[in-house]
């Protein structure tokens, strides 16, 4: 089993920034995928950050909407994962879960249905 606790979310205006933390209860180094899904009222489930992890080597994947505004980080040593999101958008507000999982048959995937491991979330908001 591995539980995950997300930190960080808040609120801000908008064009500000929040960086969001994930600690990884085990962490078997060799072979992950992890990432960040968010959903907002009344929306589909988003993943907007993900990180392949398969012996040493790392792979990034970013959704459309947060490219070059979003950086996904992992630090092994610490457990954790971080989502670092600079110039936010009203439309970035939502609930933001990060993800875990061993299986990764798509490599860094942005599908939420592809993670078997969910934090309990925590809530991003961005005024205009």
């Known amino acids: 089993q591995v539980e995950l606790v997300e930190s960080g979310g808040g609120s801000v205006q908008a064009g500000r920034s929040l960086r969001l933390s994930c600690v990884v209860s085990?962490?078997?180094?060799?072979?992950?995928?992890m990432g960040w899904v968010r959903q907002a009222p009344g929306k589909e489930r988003e993943g907007v950050a993900s990180?392949?992890?398969?012996?040493?080597?790392?792979?990034?994947s970013y959704a459309d909407s947060v490219k070059g505004r979003f950086t996904i980080s992992q630090d092994n040593a610490k457990r954790t994962q971080d989502l670092q999101m600079n110039s936010l958008k009203p439309e970035d507000t939502a609930t933001y879960y990060c993800v875990f999982d061993y299986s990764c048959p798509t490599g860094a995937t942005l599908d939420p249905g592809q993670y078997k491991y969910w934090g309990q979330g925590t809530q991003v908001t961005v005024s205009s």
């Open positions: 085990r962490l078997i180094i060799d072979y992950y995928c």
């Open positions: 990180i392949y992890y398969v012996g040493g080597r790392v792979t990034l």
